[in-house]
């Protein structure tokens, strides 16, 4: 095993690991806040949930982002060609 | 392990190989078509149990693009009801023994994104003609035409690599789960799979409605109504 591969793995593993702590902190956030606002209004709970749903789609995309990006050191490295 | 990135050719017509996912989006195709023929051969005013729903599907989708747009539904309808239609099935397409979803491929999921960026040129054009159209790059504002025209590029980019990394990596972590733990253990993570599969593609067409709405010139503000 050459020292590329080894980076490319270990910057893939960082990629993921990184990548997934903003995330978490923004999802907790939204989910928090939306709790928050079907507690206060529960009538509009079924607008707030579909938001919800949208945003925290929209969230978790930049760890798949970084997903991507690590699968992309995995598999398609064009250093290691 | 197989490269998710990669895809195997079934066979191949002259020069150019058909994969897998080719062979099943033209499956999801013929049934999304003929189902559809099928049903709507024979309407009447008295629904049948499948009109009824197939009517309560078209309502939402209308409700959605009235929701989202601001707009009358009628252009959009087709467009945006088809891409819903296609990409659900093709994310619950996994349900069935042996197949892969298609859009778990990045070809699938650029395509669909390349006919997002082609349709919000088409409908920005309908709408404003080509002047009303480049005018919409302008706003708010002259200062952010380069930032309008890098937008327009990365945002299509974001589309795919959002549907294909949500659906790849819930294939992708199936499949470890399998081969790490065996039968019936991956049983909940396909549960969320599915979910994760209706969300996206329910967003793939809410953008795509955000995005042609914005590349729509309207002179007059838009006015909302009361919730």
């Known amino acids: 095993m050459n020292w590329l591969a080894f980076i490319s793995i270990i910057s893939a593993a960082l990629a993921v690991s990184f990548g997934a702590i903003g995330p978490a902190l923004a999802e907790g956030r939204a989910v928090a806040a939306a709790m928050d606002a079907i507690a206060r209004q529960p009538e509009s709970a079924s607008t707030i949930s579909r938001t919800l749903f949208v945003g925290l789609a929209m969230i978790e995309t930049m760890a798949i982002y970084c997903l991507v990006i690590a699968l992309l050191l995995l598999f398609a490295n064009p250093l290691l060609k | ?227």
């Open chain 2, 1 to 227: 392990m197989n490269s998710p990135l990669a895809s195997t050719p079934l066979f191949h017509i002259g020069p150019a190989p058909v994969t897998e996912a080719v062979v099943a989006t033209w499956a999801i195709m013929a049934i999304l078509v003929g189902g559809s023929a099928a049903i709507t051969r024979r309407l009447s005013l008295q629904p049948s149990k499948i009109q009824a729903v197939c009517e309560l599907v078209v309502d939402t989708v209308d409700g959605q693009i009235r929701d989202t747009m601001q707009l009358e539904p009628g252009p959009y309808r087709a467009f945006i009801g088809t891409l819903f239609a296609f990409i659900f099935v093709a994310n619950w397409s996994s349900l069935v023994p042996g197949v892969q979803p298609p859009t778990a491929h990045l070809e699938t999921d650029a395509a669909l994104a390349l006919l997002v960026f082609l349709a919000i040129i088409w409908f920005g054009i309908r709408a404003g003609g080509v002047r009303g159209y480049l005018a919409t790059f302008a706003t708010p504002s002259v200062v952010m035409i380069p930032l309008n025209l890098i937008e327009a590029v990365t945002r299509t980019f974001s589309l795919f690599v959002r549907l294909f990394g949500n659906v790849m990596s819930g294939v992708f972590v199936i499949g470890i789960v399998l081969s790490l733990a065996g039968l019936l253990v991956p049983i909940p993570l396909m549960a969320l799979d599915l979910l994760i599969g209706a969300v996206q593609a329910y967003i793939f067409a809410i953008l795509a409605m955000v995005f042609i709405s914005s590349a729509i010139a309207d002179p007059k503000p838009k006015k909302r109504t009361a919730p």
